[in-house]
DNA sequence: GTCTATATCCCGATAGAC
DNA sequence: GTCTATCGGGATATAGAC
């Protein structure tokens, strides 16, 4: 029988988990260490290591923590609604998690950019449901709502261009001097989109 | 008096990089281990570590080795030429490099997703090129012969789309099967600019 | 120039007192 | 539940023979 958490576990568990993003995103899976997870979190290393059995614990439960969050904005694009809206709506909420979580963004892409590892078993599901999304895309395509275009490397742009300013943050700052680049970034996305998506 | 290098030397030396390269856009610095890298190359550990001083000195040679090839393309932007032609042949030659070259993409992805330690001092140079670029494409705007667009955003655009092929390619793969994605992510690219410029 | 052997350090994880 | 102390493995780098 597992026995519920107490408050004072959920609590440090919870720390943990932030402590985990703020460093695995930062400096990925091997650069991170345990005794820099367990300062972030205010703890000692054998303290962290007794919520959770090993830094391997700690990575996957972040990212698995955060699928969700990552996802919803594709799952919530509606067959029903307007195209050239729905589309543009998926490419603004992605555009403002890159801005609203930059550390999940970077931790996603050190991941996905050594290999995805500890990631690939989500694959599965994220190709049943960019199957699906484009498949929306199409349709709409084949009646002539917006423009013919290939919805994967349309899904593509978007995800590239909206996680590029998470992802490369500390480039496109050194390009464009330390102005925020969102307001900039949002009006061109959008631009981009309405031109290549007109009919 | 520095003695010029042998020609077994630099076969060395060229070797332990290019095995560098291998191991470090695989697994990060911190990932990657001379051992690793030794054995990639043929060489005991303190074999390649007569030819380097450390670890640290061959990821810095192996990226400053690479600046030239991944910035050329933009430098070869011609000021004078046609803007459209110039500006789809500048995407092109990227894309072509994440085609011919994704370890030496990823190699930059990983380095620049944990801020830059080791890259930070070519940002002045970059932020000079971009913003001569920019400046070009800004007149070429204000001429009227390509639309209004923000030059910068623009050039983000292309990195991020380009680059996103060589540093996710487990992720494209994984959407798109195992079908190469270049041949329709040029067509793509190159529709997306065209509609997007025509002015 | 290349090797074996090793010094030295750091990291993940554990033991055991409290 | 939290700590100090430490084990054991693996990493960078060096010593020194050949």
Do not use: C
């Not at 345990?34 to 205010?42: E, F, K, L, N």
């Amino acid at each position: 029988m597992t026995k519920p958490a107490t408050r004072i576990q959920q609590k440090n568990r919870s720390t943990i988990l932030t402590a985990g993003l703020n460093v695995f995103s930062q400096f990925g899976f091997r650069g991170a260490t345990v005794d820099q997870i367990a300062t972030a979190a205010g703890l000692s290393k054998p303290n962290l290591l007794y919520y959770f059995p090993s830094k391997e614990a700690i990575h996957q439960e972040v990212l698995a923590s955060l699928l969700d969050l990552w996802l919803d904005p594709l799952r919530d694009m509606n067959a029903n609604g307007d195209p050239i809206t729905e589309i543009l709506t998926y490419a603004q909420r992605k555009l403002d998690l890159s801005r609203d979580y930059p550390r999940e963004s970077r931790l996603f892409a050190n991941e996905i950019l050594q290999g995805a590892p500890r990631l690939a078993y989500t694959f599965p599901a994220l190709q049943s449901l960019v199957d699906e999304k484009a498949t929306v895309i199409q349709t709409w395509a084949n009646d002539g709502k917006i423009a013919a275009i290939d919805p994967y490397h349309l899904i593509f742009l978007i995800w590239a261009q909206t996680q590029h300013y998470a992802d490369f943050d500390v480039q496109v700052r050194a390009v464009l001097g330390s102005d925020d680049p969102y307001p900039g970034a949002a009006i061109f996305l959008n631009h981009t989109l309405r031109r290549l998506l007109a009919p």
